[in-house]
């Protein structure tokens, strides 16, 4: 597994009867911007804290650049970033305090890297954490975990509540780090014009379970949606090959749907319907679509 960021085997976490995460199995390659995506409880955070150690799996096990989690030395953990929502960081230290603290703790330190992502945020050095803004709080954080050369950076939701000028700078920075380190990075958002914009890899994930996996423009282009005129009444929902969402608008079925292909020709052949169009979908509209679908569908693993 030495070529793997990241890998999981039936890794579950449950807190009493909620089911965090159920039986994931995952691989991530190392290099490469990854991004994880899923509705609110999917159970990404749950993933990234027993990556890191930070929680105990109730089973399953997992492994980060080719080590248990459970089992990681320090060493290792030198070489991992994590960013979340939070930005924790001492208030009332001031900035360069804090860049100093770190740059003791990490022995890889780039001090380079550190300047040119803080370039991005209105941060100075002789500033208390606690009168930063969030968003240059999650900028310095940012410039401190590039700073440190990790192999691997973790961001959980770290752009949520941001502005748009200070989301604009931490993108920039992330594609920045990318380019210039050649690591692997592990992103997991709710923005999908992100995504659509840095990242490789698109995992989407609910229920604590991994649904899809692809690049962003494989996954987008499985979807698609079509108007069509269906005479008599429409069928089940059940019944319509690959279906995601349905309406009905001004007398006319909107279907978005994915994989469906031959199948929902011949589906929609067979009934004598007529096609007024078949369009391309936007990766937002198309997570979306899929996540509701996901989300709709019982869980028949659930207690």
Request: aromatic share 6%.
């Amino acid at each position: 597994m030495n070529d793997l960021a990241i890998a999981t085997d039936n890794l579950s976490k449950h807190y009493g009867r909620k089911r965090a995460l159920n039986r994931l199995t995952v691989e991530i390659p190392r290099g490469g911007i990854h991004a994880i995506v899923g509705s609110n409880g999917a159970g990404k955070s749950t993933l990234f804290r027993l990556l890191l150690g930070l929680a105990q799996p109730s089973s399953g096990r997992s492994q980060i650049l080719g080590r248990d989690s459970g089992a990681l030395t320090p060493e290792l953990r030198g070489r991992i970033g994590f960013v979340n929502e939070e930005h924790t960081l001492p208030d009332w230290m001031r900035v360069e305090a804090v860049k100093a603290m770190q740059q003791r703790l990490y022995p890889q330190w780039r001090e380079d890297i550190y300047r040119e992502v803080l370039g991005n945020f209105d941060v100075h050095p002789d500033q208390r954490v606690g009168e930063l803004s969030r968003g240059e709080r999650a900028g310095f954080n940012l410039s401190l975990a590039l700073a440190q050369s990790p192999e691997l950076l973790i961001l959980d939701e770290p752009t949520l509540g941001l502005d748009v000028i200070a989301k604009r700078a931490f993108l920039e920075a992330l594609m920045f780090i990318g380019a210039e380190q050649g690591g692997t990075i592990i992103y997991c958002s709710h923005q999908m014009e992100e995504i659509e914009r840095v990242a490789d890899n698109l995992l989407i994930m609910e229920r604590g379970q991994l649904r899809s996996m692809s690049p962003p423009d494989e996954f987008r282009a499985r979807v698609g949606y079509w108007i069509v005129d269906l005479p008599g009444n429409r069928p089940a929902n059940d019944e319509i090959p690959g279906l995601l969402q349905a309406r009905r608008i001004d007398d006319q079925h909107h279907l978005m749907v994915i994989d469906a292909g031959e199948h929902l020709q011949q589906f929609l052949r067979e009934r004598g319907a007529r096609v007024h169009s078949r369009q391309a979908v936007s990766l937002d509209q198309a997570i979306i679509g899929y996540l509701a679908k996901n989300h709709r569908t019982p869980d028949r693993n659930a207690r």
